[in-house]
């Protein structure tokens, strides 16, 4: 039944297939069972990409302490640039060819209209940009191959058409709406970037230094991230319409929140908390909440606050997370504290939505506003995030600071394309080590909180709700 769910054209149950398995892989008792059906699965596979997302389940378990079986690399039937990675980091070598032969494109090959209209909707236009440059500095045409990939893997089901894709589970939704579908579409279109890549190596001659850096664009989850489980912590009050009716209702809901924490968890703060709260077919209600500190008694705007904030985060204000090609391990920037500061209130967050360095495709509900991991200056190096017993665990000097955990808020096929997923995230930082030596102490602390309301009237494009959608300031 895994095996079948990791079929399913749903990018959470996909992850969770993936991450159950590496747990059967781990255990004595099924262990045998699940690696020969996996290995045969894998003998079974007709694209690129669903080689990678079962080799994925054997890392998962790798990392874990399973010791991978011999035959793995063998029962491979299509091999990749990012399969032989994978495998390596595992410790086993990949010298199949590509199935089936790689092919440069033709000079008279048009690309089809279809092809750029799916990326967007199905597909997330991110891989047509990183080729678009790509192909801007290499002066080859990775586009045109892109696409001549993708024409040849579209007939690779002919007995299933439109099964495994997402409008055949779903009439149409609308326009400037995304799902938490990832469909076979989004399979084929995987397959066709990796095989573009090897033509751009093997065929054109392009060095590996300038290639390797694509590869892990296609995998299916973050190294960082993959081992994640939902769960809702059980100190967070219910949800519903009513948080959000007015401002007081919102800071009500805040107040019962952080109480419930410190009664749950004495030892922790809470620093970021992002959610839905309300979500059905004609309104998403989220609401997110971040701590900061102020040095000071200046008054707060919290429109003009939020607004700031919230454009800093956008455009990478607080830096980009790096990332080891295969290390579970996430480095996040350290900030100066001036660089962190509110110049107009002299107010600090200390939590905040960095840059990323590579997604997973099954993960994209987390992204780009639901991963908060603390802003802290005043220290040396950068932080650590890496997983811990299914949430993260954020470190700085090999001392512990943060935990970050994320569950299902809420179910729907659709959402706006502009807004997060329908998860919650909340990032809780340890009491007594979010004050670094030779700082100043704050004078006082606060949460800034903001709702966005989005509705439509039918089943056309949501709109925000400017008159329904507050933020606010509220003092601890």
């Known amino acids: 039944m895994l095996v079948a769910r990791l079929r399913w054209p749903l990018a959470a149950t996909r992850w969770w297939s993936m991450q159950e398995l590496a747990a059967l892989l781990r255990s004595p008792a099924t262990q045998a069972e699940v690696s020969g059906r996996l290995l045969v699965e894998l003998t079974h596979c007709r694209l690129e990409a669903e080689v990678v997302e079962l080799l994925c389940i054997f890392w998962m378990a790798n990392k874990q ?17 990012l399969a032989t990675l994978l495998l390596s980091d595992m410790g086993l070598n990949l010298r199949t060819d590509p199935t089936p032969p790689l092919q440069t494109v033709c000079k008279e090959f048009d690309v089809p209209v279809e092809f750029y209209n799916l990326h967007d909707t199905v597909v997330p ?14 002066k080859k045409p990775f586009i045109s191959q892109f696409s001549y990939e993708w024409s040849k893997t579209s007939m690779l089901y002919p007995e299933a058409l439109t099964q495994g894709n997402r409008d055949y589970f779903v009439r149409l939704v609308g326009s400037g709406l995304i799902d938490g579908f990832s469909s076979r579409i989004m399979l084929l279109m995987m397959t066709a970037y990796q095989r573009t890549l090897e033509v751009a190596k093997f065929l054109w001659g392009v060095p590996d230094e300038i290639i390797r850096p694509y590869v892990t664009d296609t995998l299916p989850v973050d190294p960082t991230l993959a081992f994640l489980r939902p769960s809702r912590p059980p100190w967070l009050p219910s949800l519903g319409q009513e948080i959000t009716v007015n401002s007081v209702s919102i800071e009500a809901f805040v ?4 109480r419930a924490l410190s009664t749950a968890q004495p ?19 989220e609401l997110s909440i971040v701590r900061w500190r102020q040095w000071g008694m200046a008054p707060i705007d919290a429109d003009k606050l939020t607004a700031h904030f919230y454009h800093g985060q956008e455009y990478g204000e ?23 500061m509110d110049a107009e209130t002299n107010a ?12 997973g495709y099954l993960q994209t509900d987390l992204y780009p506003s639901r991963l908060y991991y603390p802003l802290v200056t005043g220290l040396d190096g950068d932080l650590v995030v890496e997983p811990m017993d299914g949430v993260l665990k954020v470190s700085a000097l090999n001392r512990q600071i943060a935990t970050m955990c994320y569950w299902n808020a809420g179910w729907y096929p659709i959402y706006p394309s502009f807004a997060g997923g329908l998860c919650g995230t909340a990032l809780l930082g340890v009491s007594d080590s979010l004050q670094a030596n030779g700082e100043a102490p704050p004078d006082r602390y606060f949460y800034l909180w903001k709702v966005t309301r989005l509705k439509r009237p039918t089943y056309e494009c949501f709109q925000k709700d400017e008159s329904e959608s507050p933020c606010g300031v509220l003092w601890l």
């Not at 107040?255 to 952080?258: A, L």
């Not at 607080?318 to 962190?340: F, H």
């Not at 600090?348 to 997604?359: D, R, T």
């Open 255 to 258: 107040e019962s929140t952080v």
């Open 318 to 340: 607080y830096g980009i997370c790096q990332a080891a090609e295969w290390s579970p391990r996430t480095c996040v920037p350290m900030s100066k504290l001036n660089d962190a």
């Open 267 to 285: 030892d922790f703060v809470l620093l970021a908390l992002v959610t839905p709260t309300y979500v059905s077919n004609h309104e998403i209600v």
């Open 125 to 138: 236009r991110i891989y047509l940009t990183r080729l678009q440059r790509l192909e801007e500095r290499i």
């Open 348 to 359: 600090a967050p200390m939590a905040a939505v960095y840059g990323i360095h590579q997604v």
């Open 65 to 81: 302490g399973l010791v991978v079986p011999p035959g793995l690399a063998a029962a491979v039937s299509h091999p990749s640039l």
